[in-house]
């Protein structure tokens, strides 16, 4: 089945700075990656997602890139902010509404 | 967007008693839903999935006769803890699908 490894398992970045998340995965029939923002006791927030007929898609502070061949791919935030601050967990799915096989989440501390 | 409500959001029971955790989607309707388990300061790990109508698909690991889920309608999923123990004590939180996965905002079981 799949796997999903996520690094590193916590980031303290200082405001304004980027924040930079890595995944891989093992399955080449996963062909749906989504990126979910967990705050402590919440349900987890999709924040982007990428499919893997696309190399990459960014929304406002946020990317993500896709490679494929290497079955990795990244989450990009830009000008971090202390609201950024949180768990963040990649996930990897053969299809945008099937099962979903998470990382190891990253937690993520933007500084002022 | 759509919405996923779980019932209760926190139980506290005695060792050895049943817990019923409701999963509905309020405004469609999902054939699918799935069941993840969250210990603290871990990722979400799949549990099973649910199908309208159908018995569910649990995963590796995953004991079956111990967690029992009921997906009577399109709405509603019901997932049981039976004789329930301390280490059972975790954050459970369901997803429906419909064109992507959205989640509930969990349940809290805290098992004395």
């Known amino acids: 089945g799949e796997n999903v490894e996520q690094h590193p398992s916590t980031l303290s970045v200082q405001e304004g700075d980027s924040a930079v998340i890595k995944c891989t995965y093992s399955?080449?029939?996963?062909?749906?990656f989504p990126w979910y923002k967990q705050e402590l006791g919440k349900r987890p927030q999709l924040i982007i997602d990428i499919r893997s007929n696309v190399g990459e898609k960014k929304d406002q502070r946020i990317a993500v890139t896709l490679n494929k061949t290497a079955k990795h791919f990244s989450l990009h935030i830009t000008e971090t902010q202390p609201e950024d601050s949180a768990v963040y967990f990649c996930a990897a799915s053969d299809n945008q509404g099937g099962k979903l096989i998470f990382g190891q989440g990253t937690e993520l501390s933007v500084k002022p | 967007g759509a919405v996923v409500s779980q019932h209760p959001s926190w139980v506290i029971c005695k060792s050895g008693t049943s817990v019923k955790i409701e999963c509905r989607s309020l405004?469609?309707?999902?054939?699918?839903m799935f069941w993840y388990r969250q210990f603290p300061k871990q990722s979400l790990m799949l549990m099973a999935t649910?199908?309208?109508?159908?018995?569910?698909?649990?995963e590796q690991g995953v004991e079956k006769d111990k967690f029992l889920i009921n997906h009577a309608s399109l709405t509603l999923s019901t997932l049981t803890v039976t004789s329930a123990h301390p280490e059972d004590s975790s954050f459970y939180i369901c997803?429906?699908?419909?064109?992507?996965?959205?989640f509930g905002p969990g349940t809290r079981l805290t098992v004395l």
């Open positions: 405004d469609f309707q999902a054939t699918t």
């Open positions: 399955d080449s029939a996963s062909n749906y």
């Open positions: 997803s429906a699908r419909w064109d992507e996965q959205f």
């Open positions: 649910s199908n309208e109508g159908s018995k569910a698909t649990y």
